[in-house]
Protein backbone atom coordinates (compact mmCIF):
# COMPACT_ATOMS: atom_id res chain seq x y z
CA UNK A 1 0.00 0.00 0.00
CA UNK A 2 1.14 3.30 -0.77
CA UNK A 3 -0.24 6.59 1.19
CA UNK A 4 -0.18 9.71 -1.04
CA UNK A 5 0.34 13.24 1.17
CA UNK A 6 0.06 16.55 -0.83
CA UNK A 7 2.31 18.87 1.22
CA UNK A 8 2.48 21.75 -0.59
CA UNK A 9 -1.00 22.50 -1.45
CA UNK A 10 -1.01 21.30 -5.25
CA UNK A 11 -3.98 21.13 -6.88
CA UNK A 12 -6.10 18.77 -7.25
CA UNK A 13 -6.00 18.53 -10.64
CA UNK A 14 -2.05 17.82 -11.20
CA UNK A 15 -1.91 16.18 -8.29
CA UNK A 16 -4.02 13.42 -9.10
CA UNK A 17 -1.76 13.79 -12.30
CA UNK A 18 1.16 13.21 -10.38
CA UNK A 19 -0.15 10.45 -8.29
CA UNK A 20 -2.04 8.22 -10.51
CA UNK A 21 0.65 5.36 -11.28
CA UNK A 22 0.19 3.61 -15.36
CA UNK A 23 3.12 1.73 -14.54
CA UNK A 24 2.33 -2.34 -15.50
CA UNK A 25 3.45 -3.61 -12.07
CA UNK A 26 3.42 -7.21 -11.44
CA UNK A 27 3.33 -9.47 -7.49
CA UNK A 28 5.51 -12.15 -8.94
CA UNK A 29 8.14 -13.85 -5.87
CA UNK A 30 10.53 -13.44 -8.03
CA UNK A 31 10.03 -11.35 -10.78
CA UNK A 32 12.70 -8.04 -11.11
CA UNK A 33 12.66 -5.46 -14.02
CA UNK A 34 15.62 -4.41 -15.96
CA UNK A 35 15.74 -0.95 -14.17
CA UNK A 36 15.23 -2.87 -10.32
CA UNK A 37 18.20 -5.35 -11.06
CA UNK A 38 20.52 -1.84 -11.75
CA UNK A 39 19.82 -0.91 -8.11
CA UNK A 40 22.37 -1.26 -5.06
CA UNK A 41 21.72 -5.12 -3.18
CA UNK A 42 20.77 -3.60 -0.22
CA UNK A 43 18.32 -1.25 -1.76
CA UNK A 44 17.03 -4.30 -4.17
CA UNK A 45 17.02 -6.57 -0.87
CA UNK A 46 15.03 -3.92 1.19
CA UNK A 47 12.24 -3.16 -1.67
CA UNK A 48 11.91 -7.31 -1.73
CA UNK A 49 11.83 -8.00 1.84
CA UNK A 50 9.32 -4.91 2.99
CA UNK A 51 7.21 -4.18 -0.67
CA UNK A 52 4.12 -5.38 1.15
CA UNK A 53 4.90 -2.48 3.89
CA UNK A 54 3.08 1.00 3.75
CA UNK A 55 4.89 3.22 2.36
CA UNK A 56 4.13 7.16 1.96
CA UNK A 57 4.99 9.51 -0.64
CA UNK A 58 4.23 13.07 -1.53
CA UNK A 59 2.78 14.51 -4.71
CA UNK A 60 5.70 16.74 -5.09
CA UNK A 61 8.08 14.38 -5.38
CA UNK A 62 6.40 12.22 -7.71
CA UNK A 63 6.50 15.32 -10.57
CA UNK A 64 9.69 14.54 -12.33
CA UNK A 65 8.41 10.75 -12.72
CA UNK A 66 5.43 12.20 -14.56
CA UNK A 67 6.83 14.26 -16.51
CA UNK A 68 9.08 11.75 -17.81
CA UNK A 69 5.42 9.46 -18.02
CA UNK A 70 3.76 12.24 -20.22
CA UNK A 71 6.91 12.61 -22.37
CA UNK A 72 7.37 8.98 -23.24
CA UNK A 73 3.54 8.32 -23.39
CA UNK A 74 3.25 11.52 -26.05
CA UNK A 75 6.05 10.00 -28.46
CA UNK A 76 4.21 7.07 -28.50
CA UNK A 77 0.73 8.75 -28.97
CA UNK A 78 2.43 10.29 -32.12
CA UNK A 79 3.00 7.15 -34.49
CA UNK A 80 -0.22 5.55 -33.26
CA UNK A 81 -2.00 6.98 -36.57
CA UNK A 82 -0.38 5.20 -39.33
CA UNK A 83 -1.68 7.62 -41.93
CA UNK A 84 -0.34 10.67 -40.15
CA UNK A 85 2.29 9.55 -39.38
CA UNK A 86 3.17 8.47 -43.32
CA UNK A 87 1.85 12.15 -44.01
CA UNK A 88 4.45 14.10 -41.91
CA UNK A 89 7.28 11.65 -43.01
CA UNK A 90 6.36 12.45 -46.62
CA UNK A 91 6.04 16.14 -45.28
CA UNK A 92 9.75 15.74 -44.21
CA UNK A 93 11.20 14.55 -47.53
CA UNK A 94 10.95 10.73 -47.16
CA UNK A 95 10.26 8.46 -49.90
CA UNK A 96 9.68 5.12 -47.81
CA UNK A 97 7.32 6.38 -45.42
CA UNK A 98 5.45 3.28 -45.01
CA UNK A 99 8.38 1.07 -44.59
CA UNK A 100 9.55 3.15 -41.74
CA UNK A 101 6.65 3.47 -40.27
CA UNK A 102 6.80 -0.04 -39.59
CA UNK A 103 10.63 -0.53 -38.82
CA UNK A 104 9.63 1.22 -35.23
CA UNK A 105 8.14 -0.80 -31.72
CA UNK A 106 7.38 0.75 -28.94
CA UNK A 107 7.38 -0.38 -25.42
CA UNK A 108 6.95 -4.04 -25.58
CA UNK A 109 7.38 -6.07 -22.27
CA UNK A 110 9.76 -9.20 -22.45
CA UNK A 111 10.48 -11.80 -19.25
CA UNK A 112 13.38 -14.16 -19.23
CA UNK A 113 13.93 -16.63 -16.41
CA UNK A 114 17.58 -17.31 -15.27
CA UNK A 115 18.58 -18.96 -11.85
CA UNK A 116 15.06 -18.92 -10.11
CA UNK A 117 14.32 -15.99 -11.26
CA UNK A 118 12.29 -13.48 -14.04
CA UNK A 119 13.82 -10.85 -15.23
CA UNK A 120 11.20 -8.54 -16.89
CA UNK A 121 12.62 -4.99 -19.03
CA UNK A 122 9.94 -2.59 -21.34
CA UNK A 123 11.75 -0.48 -23.99
CA UNK A 124 11.16 2.76 -24.65
CA UNK A 125 11.35 2.48 -28.71
CA UNK A 126 13.21 -0.03 -31.17
CA UNK A 127 13.56 1.21 -34.60
CA UNK A 128 15.50 -0.54 -37.58
CA UNK A 129 16.77 -2.83 -34.85
CA UNK A 130 18.29 0.01 -32.52
CA UNK A 131 16.90 0.58 -29.01
CA UNK A 132 16.62 3.89 -27.86
CA UNK A 133 15.72 5.16 -24.11
CA UNK A 134 13.63 8.46 -23.80
CA UNK A 135 15.29 10.60 -20.69
CA UNK A 136 14.05 13.81 -19.70
CA UNK A 137 16.83 15.06 -17.44
CA UNK A 138 19.26 18.23 -16.72
CA UNK A 139 21.72 19.45 -19.72
CA UNK A 140 24.31 18.71 -16.43
CA UNK A 141 23.21 15.00 -16.74
CA UNK A 142 24.61 14.87 -21.02
CA UNK A 143 27.48 17.39 -20.48
CA UNK A 144 29.25 14.88 -17.71
CA UNK A 145 27.87 12.20 -18.94
CA UNK A 146 27.55 10.85 -15.48
CA UNK A 147 24.59 8.16 -16.02
CA UNK A 148 26.10 6.89 -19.72
CA UNK A 149 27.45 3.68 -18.11
CA UNK A 150 23.83 3.25 -16.32
CA UNK A 151 22.15 4.00 -19.43
CA UNK A 152 24.24 1.24 -21.40
CA UNK A 153 23.54 -1.35 -18.60
CA UNK A 154 20.11 -0.83 -19.15
CA UNK A 155 19.81 -0.72 -23.41
CA UNK A 156 22.18 -3.92 -22.76
CA UNK A 157 19.44 -5.70 -20.75
CA UNK A 158 16.79 -4.64 -23.27
CA UNK A 159 19.14 -6.16 -26.04
CA UNK A 160 19.63 -9.41 -23.71
CA UNK A 161 15.85 -9.73 -23.32
CA UNK A 162 14.92 -9.10 -27.18
CA UNK A 163 17.58 -10.40 -29.07
CA UNK A 164 16.02 -10.66 -32.23
CA UNK A 165 14.53 -7.03 -32.25
CA UNK A 166 17.24 -5.27 -31.03
CA UNK A 167 20.28 -6.28 -33.47
CA UNK A 168 22.91 -3.46 -33.37
CA UNK A 169 25.58 -3.06 -31.14
CA UNK A 170 24.58 0.29 -30.12
CA UNK A 171 21.72 2.49 -28.45
CA UNK A 172 20.86 6.06 -28.41
CA UNK A 173 19.74 7.95 -25.48
CA UNK A 174 17.24 10.83 -26.56
CA UNK A 175 17.66 13.25 -24.15
CA UNK A 176 14.64 15.85 -23.50
CA UNK A 177 15.89 19.01 -21.68
CA UNK A 178 14.31 19.75 -18.36
CA UNK A 179 16.77 22.92 -17.98
CA UNK A 180 18.12 24.56 -21.59
CA UNK A 181 18.63 27.09 -22.19
CA UNK A 182 19.11 28.87 -25.67
CA UNK A 183 21.02 32.07 -24.25
CA UNK A 184 23.67 29.26 -22.80
CA UNK A 185 23.98 27.56 -26.07
CA UNK A 186 25.31 30.53 -28.56
CA UNK A 187 27.38 31.52 -25.54
CA UNK A 188 28.76 27.46 -25.35
CA UNK A 189 29.43 25.27 -28.07
CA UNK A 190 30.27 22.53 -25.76
CA UNK A 191 26.72 23.24 -24.21
CA UNK A 192 23.68 21.05 -26.61
CA UNK A 193 22.87 23.21 -29.27
CA UNK A 194 19.00 21.93 -28.81
CA UNK A 195 16.60 21.49 -26.23
CA UNK A 196 16.58 17.50 -27.78
CA UNK A 197 19.83 15.81 -28.48
CA UNK A 198 20.57 11.76 -29.08
CA UNK A 199 23.45 10.68 -27.35
CA UNK A 200 25.51 6.93 -29.33
CA UNK A 201 26.00 4.91 -26.57
CA UNK A 202 28.12 1.58 -27.42
CA UNK A 203 26.04 -1.50 -25.89
CA UNK A 204 27.66 -4.47 -24.01
CA UNK A 205 27.80 -7.86 -25.88
CA UNK A 206 25.45 -10.26 -25.05
CA UNK A 207 27.55 -12.41 -23.14
CA UNK A 208 29.12 -10.16 -21.46
CA UNK A 209 25.26 -8.70 -20.10
CA UNK A 210 24.36 -11.89 -19.29
CA UNK A 211 27.69 -12.50 -17.22
CA UNK A 212 26.55 -9.32 -15.37
CA UNK A 213 22.91 -10.33 -14.34
CA UNK A 214 24.13 -13.88 -12.92
CA UNK A 215 26.20 -12.02 -10.35
CA UNK A 216 23.76 -9.73 -9.24
CA UNK A 217 20.98 -12.58 -9.15
CA UNK A 218 23.75 -14.36 -6.98
CA UNK A 219 24.31 -11.40 -4.88
CA UNK A 220 20.77 -11.11 -4.41
CA UNK A 221 20.47 -14.63 -3.62
CA UNK A 222 23.12 -14.32 -1.31
CA UNK A 223 22.02 -11.40 0.37
CA UNK A 224 18.39 -12.29 1.29
CA UNK A 225 19.96 -14.80 3.90
CA UNK A 226 20.96 -11.90 6.29
CA UNK A 227 19.55 -9.79 8.69
CA UNK A 228 18.94 -5.97 7.54
CA UNK A 229 21.66 -4.71 9.36
CA UNK A 230 24.15 -7.23 8.19
CA UNK A 231 23.00 -6.22 4.29
CA UNK A 232 26.09 -4.49 2.16
CA UNK A 233 26.35 -0.85 2.63
CA UNK A 234 25.55 1.48 -0.24
CA UNK A 235 28.53 2.97 -1.84
CA UNK A 236 29.11 6.30 -2.00
CA UNK A 237 28.77 6.46 -5.61
CA UNK A 238 25.66 4.60 -4.93
CA UNK A 239 24.51 6.81 -3.23
CA UNK A 240 25.38 10.02 -5.40
CA UNK A 241 26.90 11.18 -2.57
CA UNK A 242 28.83 14.64 -2.87
CA UNK A 243 31.96 15.64 -0.86
CA UNK A 244 32.22 18.64 1.60
CA UNK A 245 33.54 21.41 0.08
CA UNK A 246 35.49 24.68 1.04
CA UNK A 247 34.49 27.74 -0.70
CA UNK A 248 36.37 31.07 -0.97
CA UNK A 249 34.55 34.63 -1.54
CA UNK A 250 36.70 36.96 -2.25
CA UNK A 251 33.63 39.93 -1.84
CA UNK A 252 30.74 39.91 0.30
CA UNK A 253 28.51 38.80 -2.23
CA UNK A 254 27.92 35.22 -1.94
CA UNK A 255 26.64 34.91 -5.75
CA UNK A 256 30.02 32.87 -6.62
CA UNK A 257 32.59 31.75 -5.10
CA UNK A 258 36.24 32.98 -6.35
CA UNK A 259 37.63 28.96 -5.72
CA UNK A 260 36.55 25.81 -3.98
CA UNK A 261 38.49 23.27 -1.95
CA UNK A 262 38.30 19.90 -1.07
CA UNK A 263 39.79 20.85 2.39
CA UNK A 264 39.56 23.81 4.94
CA UNK A 265 43.81 23.80 5.15
CA UNK A 266 44.05 24.55 1.85
CA UNK A 267 41.05 27.09 1.53
CA UNK A 268 42.93 29.23 4.66
CA UNK A 269 46.33 29.13 2.60
CA UNK A 270 44.48 30.84 -0.87
CA UNK A 271 42.73 33.36 1.63
CA UNK A 272 45.70 34.13 3.13
CA UNK A 273 47.55 34.59 -0.15
CA UNK A 274 44.73 37.17 -0.78
CA UNK A 275 45.83 39.27 1.57
CA UNK A 276 43.26 37.61 4.56
CA UNK A 277 40.30 39.07 3.38
CA UNK A 278 37.27 37.65 2.01
CA UNK A 279 35.93 34.48 3.87
CA UNK A 280 36.26 30.56 3.89
CA UNK A 281 32.54 28.74 3.73
CA UNK A 282 32.01 24.88 4.76
CA UNK A 283 29.27 23.65 2.65
CA UNK A 284 28.88 19.70 4.06
CA UNK A 285 28.53 16.97 1.60
CA UNK A 286 25.29 15.27 1.01
CA UNK A 287 23.82 12.00 -0.19
CA UNK A 288 20.73 12.19 -2.61
CA UNK A 289 19.97 9.00 -3.29
CA UNK A 290 18.08 8.10 -0.49
CA UNK A 291 15.34 10.53 -1.07
CA UNK A 292 14.12 8.64 -3.83
CA UNK A 293 14.78 5.07 -1.91
CA UNK A 294 10.88 3.96 -0.60
CA UNK A 295 12.32 1.48 1.73
CA UNK A 296 14.86 4.16 3.90
CA UNK A 297 12.99 3.74 6.94
CA UNK A 298 13.45 0.26 7.18
CA UNK A 299 17.45 0.95 6.48
CA UNK A 300 19.66 1.31 9.25
CA UNK A 301 22.10 3.12 7.04
CA UNK A 302 20.15 5.56 6.20
CA UNK A 303 19.77 6.52 9.97
CA UNK A 304 23.46 6.35 10.60
CA UNK A 305 23.81 9.38 7.89
CA UNK A 306 20.99 11.35 8.88
CA UNK A 307 22.28 11.02 12.68
CA UNK A 308 25.95 12.38 10.56
CA UNK A 309 24.03 15.10 9.11
CA UNK A 310 24.31 13.88 5.38
CA UNK A 311 20.38 13.71 4.78
Same mark, same amino acid.
Given at each position: ? $??????????????????????????????? +???????? *?????????????? @???? /?????????? &??????????? @??????? =????????????????? *??? =??????????????????? /????????? $???? &??????? %?????????????????????????????? *?????????????? &?????? /?? %???????????????????????????????????????? =???????????? $??????? +????????????RFQMSNG????? /??? $??????????????????? &?????????
Amino acid at each position: M $KKITNNTGMSLPIAVWCAVDGYDHSNEENLI +SATSIMKP *IRQIVLGRRYKDSE @KEVD /VDDLISSSMG &TALHDSVESAW @KNKDKVV =EVLNNMGYTNSEDIYDK *ITF =EKRTVKEMLGYKISGKFDL /VFDGIVADI $KSTS &TWTYIFG %SKDDDYRLQMSIYKWLNPLLITNDYGYIEF *IFTDWSGVKAKQDK &TYPQSR /VV %SKKIKLMTIEDTERWLEGKLNEITTNELLTDDKLPECTDE =ELWSSPDVWKYY $KGASRAR +STKNFDNEEDAIRFQMSNGDVGEV /VHF $KGEVKRCKYCSYANFCNQY &TKLQLKGLI
